[in-house]
T-cell receptor, first 114, second 114 residues
Framework: AQSVTQLDSQVPVFEEAPVELRCNYS??????LFWYVQYPNQGLQLLLK??????LVKGINGFEAEFNKSQTSFHLRKPSVHISDTAEYFC????????????FGTGTQLKVEL | NAGVTQTPKFQVLKTGQSMTLQCAQD?????MSWYRQDPGMGLRLIHY???????DQGEVPNGYNVSRSTTEDFPLRLLSAAPSQTSVYFC?????????????FGAGTRLSVL
């Protein structure tokens, strides 16, 4: 079975600083990878996804992620964060041949401070 | 364009009571699913449906029933609520059941079982 690990439950960062949110996955078969963001009291919305091709994926709001197959990682980065980026971020995977069932990590709370 | 609509937004139940969480989407999506979100555990799949008349169990189906009589609606039923079902419930939909499709989430239902 597949699994997703987000080692950092909380990441505090000052505004305009860079940030990296880590995600590692485990699967015996190939996967698709996603990052979702959840703003306070809202549902989840897609930030970006990796299906195939270029390992560097750009998403909304200036975020990007890099797929590293050898390290089974899909870390999320932003070069300069804003207060409005304060939210919870979830990494998720689905099996390429397994239907649209997402397996989520436990989430990382990003808190941007002035 | 309403997207995925969940009702109610908040609910308090007593142990043993039953209720139905409603989910409707107006995007003509074939695939719909229910997740529960608990602190430190991310989102876990409860049930899903790949089309009208077809449902299947996810990771944590016990205590929940679903049906899919129309493409638009996918209600989640709690037959006899238990405190362990206190959680935030999210409904999601995607165009098809293919693993690469983006899932669109509702705003959630916050349920407390006393």
């Amino acid at each position: 079975a597949q699994s997703v690990t987000q080692l950092d439950s909380q990441v505090p960062v000052f505004e305009e600083a860079p940030v990296e949110l880590r995600c590692n996955y485990s699967s015996s078969v190939s996967v698709y990878l996603f990052w979702y963001v959840q703003y306070p009291n809202q549902g989840l919305q897609l930030l970006l996804k990796y299906l195939s091709g270029s390992t560097l994926v750009k998403g909304i709001n200036g975020f990007e992620a890099e797929f590293n197959k050898s390290q089974t990682s899909f870390h999320l980065r932003k070069p300069s964060v804003h207060i409005s980026d304060t939210a919870e971020y979830f990494c998720a995977v689905s099996l390429t041949g397994g239907g649209n069932k997402l397996t989520f990590g436990t989430g990382t709370q990003l808190k941007v401070e002035l | 364009n309403a997207g995925v609509t969940q009702t109610p937004k908040f609910q308090v139940l007593k142990t043993g009571q039953s209720m139905t969480l409603q989910c409707a989407q107006d995007m003509n999506h074939e695939y719909m699913s229910w997740y529960r979100q608990d602190p430190g555990m991310g989102l876990r799949l409860i049930h899903y449906s790949v089309g009208a008349g077809i449902t299947d169990q996810g990771e944590v189906p016990n205590g929940y029933n679903v049906s899919r009589s129309t493409t638009e609606d996918f209600p989640l039923r709690l037959l006899s609520a238990a405190p362990s079902q206190t959680s935030v419930y999210f409904c999601a939909s995607s165009k098809t059941g293919q693993a690469k499709n983006i899932q669109y989430f509702g705003a959630g239902t916050r349920l407390s079982v006393l």
